[in-house]
């Protein structure tokens, strides 16, 4: 059974710092991309950042800068170290993996992450 199971939200207030977690099971976690996205009520998922199996890293051009991505595959986790953060950074946190060759995309349950001004 595959799990991705996420954790390390809350309230913070502006300026503050957060790091999330994403702990990964019954995937061969080498072998997938890995993605952290939110989505804010009234508003659609975007993606915030992404880490393919070669450590490629991907930035929504809001977060640039500011957050940073980062996969220890030993662990089976992906991390999402968010500094500065801004009230519009308010939203529910999800992590994806996606498998590099059959495409299969798991996602988790997501973290509340709330910034207030």
């Known amino acids: 059974q595959v799990q991705l199971v996420e954790s390390g939200g809350g309230l913070v207030q502006a300026g503050g710092s957060l790091r999330l977690s994403c702990v990964a099971s019954?995937?061969?976690?080498?072998?997938?991309?890995m993605g952290w996205y939110r989505q804010a009520p009234g508003k659609q998922r975007e993606l915030v950042a992404s880490s393919t199996i070669s450590r490629i890293t991907n930035y929504a051009d809001s977060v640039k800068g500011r957050f940073t991505i980062s996969r220890d595959n030993a662990k089976n986790t992906v991390y999402l170290q968010m500094d500065s953060l801004k009230p519009e950074d308010t939203a529910v946190y999800s992590c994806n993996a996606k498998h590099v060759l059959f495409s299969t995309v798991y996602w988790g349950q997501g973290t509340q992450v709330t910034v207030s001004s």
């Open positions: 019954g995937i061969v976690f080498s072998r997938n991309d």
